[in-house]
């Protein structure tokens, strides 16, 4: 099994900024791709950003420029830093991870527990 902790998130003001993380543990062999995605009250969940094991990154294009991406191997860790928040950025975010874990061959999807964000105007 894998287990997911997230932090960071809480109340900034519109401009304000945010860093949050999200730790894997458990019997990992190797983590690949890692994620984050948000859902705001009444929307369905959506792709944030997301990182592959090499380093490569993609962004929702409400996310460009203003969020960045990233992990730390060592630590299995993935932290998404959000500068230039805004009242649309509000949402629960949510980490996801797609790993091996040691005796197994299919990758598995987990989802971390969410964390509040909110932007106020």
């Known amino acids: 099994q894998v287990q997911l902790v997230e932090s960071g998130g809480g109340l900034v003001q519109a401009g304000g900024s945010l860093r949050l993380s999200c730790a894997a543990s458990?019997?990992?062999?190797?983590?690949?791709?890692m994620g984050w995605y948000r859902q705001a009250p009444g929307k369905q969940r959506e792709l944030v950003a997301t990182?592959?094991?090499?380093?490569?990154?993609a962004y929702a294009d409400s996310a460009k420029g203003r969020f960045t991406i990233s992990r730390d191997n060592a630590k299995n860790t993935v932290y998404l830093q959000m500068n230039s928040l805004k009242p649309e950025d509000t949402a629960v975010y949510y980490c996801?991870?797609?790993?091996?874990?040691?005796?197994?061959?299919?990758?598995?999807?987990?989802w971390g527990q969410g964390t509040q964000v909110t932007v106020s105007s």
């Open positions: 996801n991870v797609l790993a091996v874990l040691w005796g197994e061959l299919t990758t598995r999807s987990t």
């Open positions: 458990g019997s990992i062999f190797r983590i690949n791709g």
């Open positions: 990182i592959t094991s090499g380093g490569s990154t």
